[in-house]
C-alpha cells in the first residue's frame, strides 16, 4: 500500500511538471494530479497483473507498442474521468504525455 501511494505521489508531480511544458496537457490544481496520478497509478497496476513473459512477450513482439497504446489510452482515460485535467489537443497531448511520462 506504502508503495502504491509513493506512486501516485510521484505520478502527480511529474503531471504537474509535465503541465508546464508546451505539451497541450493542462492541470488545474495539485489535487487534480493527485486524482489523475490515482487513476493512472491503478490502471497501470492492472497491468503488472500479468505474468513477467507476457508482458515481455507483448513488448518484444510488438516493438513496445503495445505499452504504449495501453499508457496513451490510461491517461485519455484519466484526463477524461478527473475535472481540472484536461488534454488541449486530444491524441496528440495523449501521445506526448504519455510518453512524457
Do not use: H, Q, T, Y
Not at 47 to 59: C, D, E, H, S, T
Request: aromatic share 10%; glycine share 14%; hydrophobic share 65%.
Amino acid at each position: 500500500m506504502i508503495s502504491f501511494l509513493i506512486s501516485v505521489v510521484v505520478i502527480a508531480i511529474s503531471l504537474f511538471v509535465i503541465s508546464k511544458l508546451p505539451l497541450g496537457i493542462d492541470v488545474d490544481n495539485p489535487v487534480a494530479a493527485l486524482v489523475a496520478g490515482g487513476i493512472i497509478g491503478a490502471l497501470n497496476g492492472i497491468w503488472g497483473l500479468f505474468p513477467g513473459w507476457f508482458r515481455a512477450a507483448n513488448a518484444i513482439i510488438s516493438l513496445g507498442l503495445l505499452p504504449l497504446i495501453g499508457s496513451i489510452i490510461v491517461f485519455g482515460l484519466a484526463a477524461f474521468l478527473v475535472e481540472g485535467f484536461r488534454l488541449r489537443w486530444g491524441i496528440g497531448s495523449a501521445i506526448l504525455g504519455a510518453i512524457a511520462l
